[in-house]
């Protein structure tokens, strides 16, 4: 327990400065809205539409920065990114990259589909720096529905431009998530409805992670799957910004792969 706390409190402190977003208030805005009921829920097929994986009351769209959003019946449920982490040893200059989005070098980075998965390749550059192709994304629509996303990093040539990846971050509302709950492999865990310090729950030990949001809503509801070496570790964390999940790739690899699970839902008429 002491390692995974460490591990967990340095993920924390590296990434204090990165909170770049905030609420309008900071807090949690509510806005009252009614549950599916059971007989309302069910095992649907996800398709692609555009630049879209939709599956009845659910929808993932992919952005040509690397972004995604997953909304539920129009409401933002979240929002998946890759950060970066990392040092100008040169100017002692720090950095938090959300890739895709800062100091992306637009000319060179690419974003396509080709049958069921969407390429997006991210150049980055920083200072005077040469730009270099920092991450490589691919989503897949697997046939029995779940969606596939593997993500492979690569630090840049010079040295003195220490950054190296971080995780796949889950960003999530607190008018989304605040006061409900995940179950992290079969544990519950209740969220908090505004940003407090420390974690709300991690785990590096298992094997196998499964984090299930929204359990017990059961027309929002979807989970997140993951087996090492796929992934390091996982931890959760609210902050002014939202609800925030991590995914810690593997660094030896440089490389993470999870499964997203938007298949139980209400059937659009």
Sequence with gaps: ??????????????????????????????????????????????????????????????????GMTLTCDGEMLGRFFYYFTGEDKAIKKPYWIECGRWFA??????????????YADTFMKIGDYPSWEACKQQVELLPDGLIKIDIQWTPP????????????????????????????????????????????????????????????????????TAVKPDIDLFNSWAIKDGLRFNFVDNKKTRHLTVFLDIRQGIKKK
């Design 1 to 66: 327990m002491k390692k995974m706390l460490t591990l967990l409190s340095v993920a924390a402190l590296s990434l204090g400065a990165a909170e770049q977003m905030p609420l309008p208030s900071g807090k949690a805005e509510f806005a009252p809205t009614e549950k599916a009921s059971a007989d309302q829920v069910q095992t649907l097929v996800p398709r692609i539409e555009g630049n879209a994986i939709v599956c009845g009351n659910k929808r993932l769209d992919l952005q040509n920065n690397s």
């Design 157 to 224: 040539e010079d040295q003195n431009l220490a950054l190296e990846g971080h995780s796949l971050f889950f960003m999530m509302p607190y008018k989304t998530g605040g006061g409900k709950s995940i179950t992290l492999n079969g544990k519950k865990t209740m969220l908090p409805t505004e940003a407090v310090s420390g974690i709300i729950c991690g785990e590096y030990r298992p094997k196998e992670f499964k984090v299930v949001f929204l359990p017990d809503d059961p027309g929002k509801t979807f989970s997140i």
């Design 105 to 118: 070098d637009q000319e060179k980075s690419s974003f396509r589909k080709s049958g069921n998965t969407f």
